[in-house]
Structures are given as C-alpha cells and as structure tokens.
C-alpha cells in the first residue's frame, strides 16, 4: 500500500505561479512512476505530468513550457512547480502513484488539492 498526501494548492491570479507537493509513504520501493492529474468541474480527470523512477518525465500538451515536475528522493516527494497559471489551470489536483506487478497496474491516488486561477 502507497499513502499520499498533496499540498500547496490556493488561489492565484492568472499569471501567477504555484508549486503542488505529494510525500508518499507506504510502500515507496514499489513505486514505478508517479504524476499529477487534474479534474476540472464537468471534466474528466486528465494527466497533467508524469515521472519515472528514473527521472524521465511526460507532459500533457497544455502544461507544457509552464509546468516542471520533480522529485526528491530522499524525501519521496514528488513536486509540481506550476508558472505562468492560466484561469483553464483551474481544476483539483491529485497525486498518482503507480506500481506494476505482472503486467498488472496499481494506482493509488491522494485526496487532492484545489487550484483556483482568476483572471
């Protein structure tokens, strides 16, 4: 079992920046890739970013140039560094873990963070 906890969501002018933070906890080593998803009201959940263990990362086509994710290992924390923030940015945000066992895939999701970008 993989716990997350995500932090740092808020209230931003559009323009602004924000920087999203999930500590796993659990059972790190299993871990494959972790990421970011984002729902947005009448929307479905969509990638925002991924990472792997060894550093490759992926970006939704929108976060692309403006959104960096990272992590830090030794603290098993994943980051989302979010620039140039855009009102459409607007969604909960949730922390992914995903571990695959014999072809079978795992997710374990946080409980998620609110980003509000005005215009």
């Known amino acids: 079992q993989v716990q997350l906890v995500e932090s740092g969501g808020g209230l931003v002018q559009a323009g602004g920046s924000l920087r999203l933070s999930c500590a796993a906890s659990?059972?790190?080593?299993?871990?494959?890739?972790m990421g970011w998803y984002r729902q947005a009201p009448g929307k479905q959940r969509e990638l925002v970013a991924t990472?792997?263990?060894?550093?490759?990362?992926n970006y939704a086509d929108s976060v692309k140039g403006r959104f960096t994710i990272s992590r830090d290992n030794a603290k098993n924390t994943v980051y989302l560094q979010m620039n140039s923030l855009k009102p459409e940015d607007t969604a909960v945000y949730y922390c992914?873990?995903?571990?695959?066992?014999?072809?079978?895939?795992?997710?374990?999701w946080g409980q998620g963070t609110q980003v509000t970008v005005s215009s």
């Open positions: 992914n873990a995903l571990h695959i066992l014999l072809l079978t895939k795992y997710n374990y």
């Open positions: 659990g059972s790190i080593s299993s871990i494959n890739e």
């Open positions: 990472i792997t263990r060894g550093g490759s990362t």
